[in-house]
């Protein structure tokens, strides 16, 4: 098996193997990637910075709920200005829409107004950050499909 020779390593100044010889000077694999002028580039510029995924697509079937969805919040909460869970630190004025059910069937009642309550942004942040599942429940603030949507 042919042994690759260590040389000094311009960036690091340890003997390692050299991976680029650039302008003179020498550089291991890592020290390549910090040095390299084309990363630098890079990292100086903030457009480089922002990830270049793109956003998930909404499906057309999506787009259409949404849009559905928000027209019916808007009624939603002119007919309920009132929070529906006077959690404490209540607010007294409903802001959000609840999804009262949740599981793997919640998206079905994704639309069904019966299945929402009128809350404040506080206890909005309450049910789902603090709650437990059974107190949720018990308050009438959660509903599943695994007990049969009582």
């Not at 709920?65 to 009132?82: A, C, H, I, W």
Request: proline share 3%; net charge positive; aromatic share 6%.
């Amino acid at each position: 098996m042919i042994k690759t020779k260590l040389k000094k390593c311009s960036g690091c100044g340890k003997d390692k193997p050299i991976w680029k010889n650039h302008n003179g000077e020498k550089y291991c694999k890592t020290c390549w990637q910090i040095h390299n002028p084309k990363n630098k580039e890079k990292k100086d510029n903030p457009i480089h910075n922002i990830k270049s995924s793109k956003p998930k697509q909404k499906s057309k079937k999506r787009q259409t709920e949404d849009l559905v969805y928000s027209q019916l919040r808007k009624v939603f909460l002119t007919k309920n200005p009132g929070c529906e869970a006077r959690l404490k630190g209540c607010t007294h004025k409903s802001t959000d829409v609840h999804h009262t059910f949740w599981g793997a069937d919640r998206g079905s009642t994704y639309l069904e107004v019966n299945t929402w309550k009128a809350v404040c942004r506080t206890c909005h942040g309450v049910i789902h950050d603090q709650l437990s599942a059974e107190k949720s429940i018990a308050l009438g603030l959660k509903n599943s499909y695994r007990d049969g949507g009582k």
